[in-house]
């Protein structure tokens, strides 16, 4: 099952809600206001985190806040705790850095928030994911877009993989793009960039001005999957799977194209949970129709208020990555790339400016690093 939806934005717009009255440390004030739950844990090194945050029922807004000061922890099914204290960024809970899941291993979850509210997953088992076997690549042109579209050519990737003879496998395909970047900031409208406040500063009367700022440095722009591709083994358990469509890529350019290329075992309370999502959007046409039911969480639970509802889904998988480069020059003569185009100037010093800087720092976020990706080649 695919459905052509940013799966980082599908989370964004899960955690967003209508305009509501500001809380402090998840003191609801208004009976649409949800918890909201993005966790995980995998049997990768360091990949443990929980977000938590105040939610709308209506998702067709952008407020959101951060729920601080909860403790949050999770318990195997030996009994051994692992605390996850809050990091510096607000709402985000991390384990230790060596701490991860393990293939057999069963998970709960649990949170308290500051005012005595408590919550708990459901124990979710990690399953065992197989390997990948092959990743084949394949140019494909959608005639039903014209040429100079971005979204006619594009690159298929397919994965072949033997699936278990256990019953009851689910599996969830995701991928991570990086591309050098070279301008680290985009200021409109005759707005000029503040190296003080690192934000771009408008002037009292907009103008059509656009100005480019370099990095200053080493920096790579990132990009996520553009499908919410899942897959269950119902009617295939026990089989080889080849040629499974995980992900498309575009044709904007002819230089390689790097990628970090994961495929996850996933629970069947994760699957439910993105495959009522997927339904939805296919069903209206993008998440803003999805009703907010179709968001409550399948595996967490309120221990203090049974009617509560939770948004979010508490996610236990095992992953296996690959590193792949796309060969993007094998394409038919008459199909061109559909470069991106940087609009307005590159802003740059003059030698009589004294004091001016026009190189921006590559700070570190979602879609940005100054970090080189894990098998980076130049």
Known sequence: ??????????????????????????????????????ASITDQVGSQRVKLYSSSEKITGSYFLPITKAKVYIVDEKGIREDFPESSTKGTYLSSAKYSGR????????????????????AETMKPVPEIENLITRFEILDNYAKGDQRRGGFNLYVDFQDPSTVGDNYQWYWKHYERAYICETCQGGATYDFKTNTCVSPRVPTEQTLNYRCDGNCWDISFSTDLNIFS??????????????????????????????????????????????????????????????????????????????????????????????????????????????????????????????????????????????????
């Open 1 to 38: 099952m695919k459905t052509k939806f940013p799966i980082y934005i599908i989370l964004l717009f899960v955690l967003v809600g209508s305009c509501i009255t500001p809380i402090s440390d998840f003191t609801q004030v208004s009976s649409t206001s949800f918890l909201t739950v993005e």
């Open 103 to 122: 293939v057999g291993g069963t998970y709960t979850l649990n949170i308290e928030t500051v005012d005595g509210r408590k919550y708990q997953s459901q």
């Open 233 to 378: 083994d119902s009617y295939l358990n026990g089989q080889r799977i080849t040629g499974k469509q995980v992900a498309r890529v575009p044709y904007d350019g002819v230089a390689p194209y790097y990628l970090q290329f994961e495929q996850r075992a996933i629970t069947r309370n994760s699957y439910n949970y993105y495959q009522g999502l997927s339904a939805q959007i296919q069903n209206n046409g993008t998440l803003f129709d999805v009703p907010a039911e179709t968001k409550f969480s399948f595996n967490i639970k309120s221990t203090t208020n049974s009617t509560e509802k939770i948004l979010g889904i508490f996610d236990v998988y095992s992953v296996r990555k690959r590193i792949f480069y796309i060969d993007r020059t094998q394409v038919p003569k008459d199909e061109a790339p559909v470069s991106k185009i940087l609009q307005g100037d590159i802003f740059s010093c003059q030698p009589t400016q004294v004091g001016c800087k026009d190189l921006v720092q590559c700070f570190e976020g979602l879609y940005r690093t100054p970090f080189k990706p894990e098998g980076w080649k130049e």
